[in-house]
């Protein structure tokens, strides 16, 4: 099992990739080269993060992370519209 301070160091590569739009790993290759002493559980939950894709990441991690406002106009309101068309709905 991982620990809290490395999959917190890997949000916030995660983070600041999706910030960005510049990726820090294309391969596990790329990935050992940065993190020797890490393994294929780490890679595996950075993999899980990326998958997540933007929204699914700012929506999962919006409470811990500090994202960028500009990050967040572009993908915070996926999640709010949706919450917004079930209020007007009731």
């Not at 990935?31 to 894709?53: H, I, S």
Request: with cysteine; hydrophobic share 30%; glycine share 6%.
């Amino acid at each position: 099992m991982l620990r809290d301070d490395i999959k917190q160091e890997l949000i916030e590569v995660v983070a600041m990739s999706f910030e960005t739009g510049h990726f820090s790993f294309e391969d596990y290759t790329d990935f050992k080269r940065d993190y020797p002493n890490l393994g294929k559980e780490a890679w595996e939950y950075y993999c899980e993060l990326v998958q997540m894709g933007p929204v699914g990441f700012y929506e999962e991690f919006k409470d811990v992370y500090d994202f960028d406002p500009m990050f967040v106009e572009e993908y915070g309101h996926y999640y709010d519209d949706e919450e917004d068309e079930e209020e007007e709905e009731d």
